[in-house]
């Protein structure tokens, strides 16, 4: 599936200079151009397959990916009418944790990419986390998070990587013998675009490098310990740069037909928190696509949170320094629309759910948990599933679209919660952004669960902005960070309609639905 778009009629000058994005997320690629005011001129996006060898288990082709790339980078290029000497700088944003292993002679990945959403691991890491020290307690506590700021859990690219050294025939020969690369999606892209086999540039930033399970949360280095544990050795991993950094210039064979500095990279959500201007420390955002994420900037320093939630890197501008952030994940948001879709069948395109789910007026008393994947923040639980409780013969396919809506609402609140604790300050307003947002029924839901108002910005392409932001300060696009905080602007505010005796009784009915849903496959 692909599809150009122009955002301004198509009116494109070939003097005109560009920030050109690669957002590469779960479910698609796309290629961005945005200009001075930090609007998106053109872009072009296609899908790549979701494959799911065994129950639990998510791969990617990371092939296909690389072709998808090049696709949508030459298609927009075309369509817009402009080259190389148009683009100033080109910024990577990515679907995180997603682990790819690749023979750094052939440029041949060994494996299918494993996606950060897959649980193999999840008989690994109840093992793991057996062992004294390395566990979490009730606080919060115990070695793996005071190293990472993370926690065991199959979501990070350290135990996939150890993964595939373990069962990939030869891989773990390989590795040892300094023929392979490992990278996330960021690394992959970066790599092949300035060179591959030729010279290629394998880096990676620490947004990136701090979901892995392998990096220093508070030295921004690889931690030998954690590498010793998951026995994995160093020489495959990529250099750690700042976020904002020329890491190298794309070739002229390349999709972009020239050389340009690739000069920004971000993970997905660390992006989104940077295109919702989001700089000051205390302000926060919710990310809604295949999974949900919220982000909280916490400055500085890299503070534990004891209330189930991860301490991640925001972004960095110059080595050995970092500003922070706390970090809710929820795995499955936009992925469960997906599953009404492709599983269900229920509705033909995910827009379908804003109407079917307006025609009741609630949702009749029933709960969808999409848990998939196990539970994310704050509850961490690798053992639960997905279900649907409450149904009686009332119950409609209407009243489970709007239940689906209603979980991904429902999630965003318990995170919401945990954040609160954390950080000692209560949020009066969420800024927004996400392929979902445009979903007002969904906007409206999600300020009546919560009981304050949810803001959504001009620009929806917020991750893919965040990361033209870093990459276009690198080389003086933008000035510095007063141009961003400039260019945020407002399209809508939600405002909380329901009443607090309605709202307190929903959401414990979900938190009645969600306890019934852990310790499923122990």
């Given at each position: 599936m692909a599809g150009i778009k122009f955002f301004t009629g198509g009116n494109f000058f070939m003097s005109s200079k560009y920030v050109a994005v690669i957002d590469q997320g779960t479910t698609s690629t796309r290629c961005i151009l945005f200009s001075k005011n930090g609007r998106p001129i053109a872009s072009n996006q296609m899908e790549h397959e979701q494959i799911f060898p065994n129950p639990g288990w998510v791969e990617h082709d990371a092939m296909e990916i690389w072709s998808r790339t090049q696709d949508v980078i030459r298609g927009v290029m075309s369509k817009a009418q402009i080259t190389s000497e148009n683009i100033s700088a080109i910024g990577i944003t990515n679907q995180r944790e997603t682990t790819i292993?690749?023979?750094?002679?052939?440029?041949?990945?060994?494996?299918?990419?494993?996606?950060?959403?897959c649980t193999r691991t999840q008989n690994f890491c109840e093992e793991w986390q057996k062992k004294p020290g390395w566990t979490q307690n009730d606080k919060g506590e115990g070695k793996v998070k005071n190293i990472t700021g993370l926690l065991i859990n199959p979501y990070f690219s350290g135990t996939k990587i150890r993964w595939i050294l373990d069962n990939v025939p030869g891989a773990r020969e390989k590795a040892e013998a300094?023929?392979?690369l490992f990278g996330n999606i960021d690394s992959w892209l970066i790599w092949n675009l300035t060179g591959g086999v030729n010279g290629g540039v394998h880096v990676t930033d620490v947004s990136n490098a701090s979901r892995t399970l392998l990096m220093s949360i508070?030295?921004?280095?690889?931690?030998q310990e954690m590498l010793n544990e998951l026995k994995i050795?160093?020489?495959?991993?990529?250099?750690?740069?700042p976020s904002s950094y020329i890491y190298g210039y794309t070739t002229d064979a390349g999709p972009f037909g020239g050389k340009i500095p690739i000069a920004g990279d971000l993970g997905d959500q660390q992006a989104a928190l940077f295109g919702q201007a989001c700089l000051s420390e205390g302000e926060a955002k919710n990310t809604y696509g295949t999974g949900c994420f919220m982000l909280m900037n916490i400055g500085d320093k890299p503070i534990q949170s004891k209330n189930g939630l991860l301490t991640t890197a925001f972004y960095s501008r110059e080595k050995n320094k970092c500003y922070y952030a706390l970090e809710g994940s929820i795995a499955i948001a936009g992925a469960a629309v997906q599953w009404l879709r492709d599983n269900l069948k229920i509705i033909d395109a995910a827009p379908d759910t804003e109407?079917?789910?307006s025609k009741v007026k609630d949702s009749g008393g029933i709960y969808f948990v999409p848990a998939f994947s196990g539970l994310f923040a704050p509850f961490w639980d690798m053992t639960a599933r997905g279900s649907i409780l409450g149904m009686t013969r009332y119950t409609r396919k209407e009243h489970l679209i709007r239940a689906t809506l209603e979980s991904i609402c429902y999630q965003t609140r318990d995170v919401i919660e945990a954040m609160e604790k954390d950080s000692g300050k209560k949020l009066t307003a969420l800024k927004v952004d996400g392929g979902a947002v445009i979903n007002n029924l969904l906007m409206q839901l999600q300020a009546n669960i919560l009981g304050s108002e949810v803001i959504r910005p001009v620009v929806n392409e917020i991750t893919a902005l965040g990361v033209a932001y870093i990459a276009g300060l690198a080389v003086g696009f933008w000035k510095d960070e007063g141009d961003i905080r400039a260019n945020w602007a407002i399209?809508?505010?939600?405002?909380c309609e329901s009443?607090?005796?309605d709202r307190e009784k929903n959401y414990n009915g979900w938190k009645k639905a969600v306890e019934k849903c852990k310790n499923w496959t122990n």
């Open positions: 292993l690749w023979d750094k002679f052939t440029g041949k990945p060994i494996y299918n990419a494993i996606v950060w959403q300094g023929k392979l508070k030295n921004l280095e690889w931690d050795p160093r020489s495959i991993l990529p250099e750690i740069k109407y079917f789910a399209d809508k505010i939600f405002k009443t607090e005796q």
